[in-house]
């Protein structure tokens, strides 16, 4: 009952923070790498042409494998890596609020990219599907073993 519960809880938290992130990586596409490198630069973001890609295709890409739930490892990892720099590069001084600039929202984004990066997508997933059965048959556990 408890796995049942993960996964449900998985699914329903992988695909709300692959839209957040798959909107945000749109609008960044619509603007292009230009303009959010631009914007990137005036926040003085190192490598702003190079972070302006990495955002792009981490919050774009990212998002669909979380909404999907392949690759969860990788894209968690890379969205909380993205996360981490805009609140070290951008939010930190801002304090807490989101009203002025503050760090709230890539917290919290970061910290649930963190948490299925670690704990994984669960049963309702691709990544299940594809190569979870085959580390079960394996190792005769399931996989992945939320505590």
């Known amino acids: 009952m408890r796995r049942a519960l993960y996964d449900l809880a998985a699914l329903v938290g992988r695909v709300a923070l692959g839209v957040v992130f798959i909107g945000h990586g749109w609008a960044k ?23 302006a890609y990495f955002a792009i295709i981490a919050e774009l890409g990212g998002g669909i494998l979380l909404v999907l739930g ?27 609020l989101l009203a002025n600039s503050g760090f709230e929202l890539v ?16 049963r309702i997933s691709l990544d ?6 085959r ?8 996989v992945p073993q939320p505590a």
Do not use: C
């Open 29 to 51: 596409y619509q603007r292009g790498v230009e303009a959010t490198a631009k914007g990137f630069a005036d926040w003085s973001i190192p490598a702003p042409r190079i972070s």
């Open 135 to 142: 580390r079960e048959a394996k190792s005769g556990a399931s």
């Open 107 to 122: 917290l919290a984004l970061g910290a649930v990219a963190l948490l299925l990066a670690v704990a994984g997508p669960g």
């Open 128 to 133: 299940y599907l594809l190569f979870g059965r």
């Open 70 to 96: 392949l690759l969860t490892m990788l894209a968690g990892t890379a969205l909380f890596v993205l996360m981490a720099g805009a609140l070290i590069f951008v939010h930190a001084g801002n304090g807490i």
